[in-house]
């Protein structure tokens, strides 16, 4: 164990495990107060400097914050709803499962799926809009699971499905797809073997600043949802450029 335990730390300096922390302590902010952002707000800026936290750390990461958020928000989850959106989620992830034993070039994707978001972001704010249906959900629960297996990005196609929704409706049930579509996608990825144990180390590592965000979060319950829909948006135009220019150079 001592030396599994020495081959993890020499992952990462410590200097990239307490950015790395400072980082998860803040998207679990973000998480806890919009129901969606955690991979958003963590995973390309991880991707930078610690990518061996990117994805299967992050997607674990995710679970346990959105799980939280879920079991504080449960009163308001409409369960069919969300019920159409993790059946997605599993399709993706078959999907994605598909896709990562075959991909030879991940910059490739990270440049498609940049553009997409940020195609979808533009459309929004030009006053477009995707009908919230059960059929939509579905798609963008599928869209999510690829994305997120291959990225640790998984939140912008459910952003942009929840944009124009009350934060009292869309939070809760995005928490409670993410909570239960990273239990799917933790489940085909550890099928596959793609999730190891040098991953659960590094969540362990990374939990107490999770938890320091949880309680943090409640000091920012007003900003968010003056401005709910400007920060689901923001976050994804944001995340799109990240990865279009992971994809680029």
């Known amino acids: 164990m001592a030396g599994f335990l020495a081959v993890v730390f020499a992952d990462l300096a410590p200097w990239q495990y307490a950015l790395a922390s400072a980082i998860v302590a803040f998207a679990t902010i973000v998480q806890y ?12 800026l991880l991707a930078l400097f610690a990518p061996v936290l990117v994805p299967n750390p992050i997607i674990i990461l995710t679970l346990f914050t959105a799980a939280t958020a879920m079991v504080r928000t449960r009163q308001g ?10 059946s997605g989620r ?19 994707f990270m440049l498609l799926f940049g553009s997409m978001i940020a195609v979808s972001v533009v459309l929004s ?14 798609a963008m629960g599928t869209l999510s699971g690829i994305t997120a297996a291959i990225t ?74 003056r401005n709910f829909r400007r920060i689901l948006l923001g976050v994804s135009a ?12």
Not at 77 to 86: D, K, L, Q, T, Y
Not at 127 to 138: A, C, E, I, S, W
Not at 176 to 186: E, H, P, R, T, Y
Request: a positive charge; aromatic letters at 10%; charged letters at 10%.
């Open 125 to 138: 704010v030009i006053g477009l809009r995707l009908r919230f249906t059960m059929p939509m959900l579905f």
């Open 33 to 44: 107060r919009a129901g969606v952002g955690f991979g958003l707000t963590s995973a390309p």
């Open 152 to 225: 640790s990005v998984g939140g912008p196609p459910m952003a942009i499905a929840y944009q124009d929704q009350t934060p009292a409706h869309a939070r809760p049930n995005m928490s409670a797809f993410f909570a239960l579509g990273c239990v799917v996608l933790i489940a085909v990825l550890g099928v596959n073997g793609l999730i190891v144990r040098r991953d659960i180390v590094h969540v362990a590592l990374l939990l107490p600043a999770m938890v320091a965000g949880i309680a943090a979060a409640p000091y920012f319950a007003g900003m968010f949802d």
């Open 77 to 86: 989850i409409n369960w069919p709803e969300v019920g159409w959106s993790v």
């Open 238 to 249: 944001a995340s799109a450029a990240i990865l279009i220019a992971r994809g680029l150079w």
């Open 90 to 108: 599993f399709a993706g992830a078959l999907i994605a499962v598909a896709i990562l034993v075959r991909l030879t070039e991940q910059k490739q």
